[in-house]
T-cell receptor, first 108, second 112 residues
Framework: GIQVEQSPPDLILQEGANSTLRCNFS?????LQWFHQNPWGQLINLFY???GTKQNGRLSATTVATERYSLLYISSSQTTDSGVYFCAVGEYGNKLVFGAGTILRVKS | DAGVIQSPRHEVTEMGQEVTLRCKPI?????LFWYRQTMMRGLELLIY????????DSGMPEDRFSAKMPNASFSTLKIQPSEPRDSAVYFC??????????FGQGTRLTVV
């Protein structure tokens, strides 16, 4: 099956710093989503981005489907950005395969 | 829309008991997914329904697990009998065809 690798596995930032999270996948996909799992365990949708670039406030994402990777950019990080960031790619029928996640800690 | 609704939010049960988890997908969505999250295995797909029909149950760990979707607005995941290794957070998600999937708040299951 498809493999999803996320990097880095852990990231500690000072409040206000910028960061880039990466997601590599092993095969063609018809769906790619980024999620933020907050400290309460909720999976929050950040981006639905099978290809191209999107921005939402301080967050933006880019997927280069032909090269099988996606990037999530967080600018001016805040403590509320802490949590786990997951990349998930969709195989047939929108079955999502999740990466192991990036644990982000933002310090004030 | 209220989003994907799961119940209960927390469940503690004794080994050997039957456990039933419930999910109401977003109205109008025709695909429904059950996922399980553990520290060891991360987030993994258990079963996937499309138009109320089970399409892929290859992720269901063993015969103790079963899932049903009697109509477009309700699904259950049942574990019988439950074992301590079933302790995990179970998520339900829904989507419209192959578009963006949305997750419920999850059910944290503890089997003692």
């Amino acid at each position: 099956g498809i493999q999803v690798e996320q990097s880095p596995p852990d990231l500690i930032l000072q409040e206000g710093a910028n960061s880039t999270l990466r997601c590599n996948f092993s095969d063609s996909v018809n769906n790619l989503q980024w999620f933020h799992q907050n400290p309460w365990g909720q999976l929050i949708n950040l981006f639905y981005i099978p290809s191209g670039t999107k921005q939402n406030g301080r967050l933006s994402a880019t997927t280069v489907a032909t090269e099988r990777y996606s990037l999530l950019y967080i600018s001016s990080s805040q403590t509320t950005d802490s949590g786990v960031y997951f990349c998930a790619v969709g195989e047939y029928g929108n079955k999502l395969v999740f990466g192991a996640g990036t644990i982000l800690r933002v310090k004030s | 829309d209220a989003g994907v609704i799961q119940s209960p939010r927390h469940e503690v049960t004794e080994m050997g008991q039957e456990v039933t988890l419930r999910c109401k997908p977003i109205s109008g969505h025709n695909s429904l997914f059950w996922y399980r999250q553990t520290m060891m295995r991360g987030l993994e797909l258990l079963i996937y329904f499309n138009n109320n029909v089970p399409i892929d149950d290859s992720g269901m760990p063993e015969d103790r697990f079963s899932a049903k979707m009697p109509n477009a607005s309700f699904s259950t995941l049942k574990i019988q009998p439950s074992e301590p290794r079933d302790s995990a957070v179970y998520f339900c998600a829904s989507s419209l065809e192959d578009t963006e999937a949305f997750f419920g708040q999850g059910t944290r299951l503890t089997v003692v």
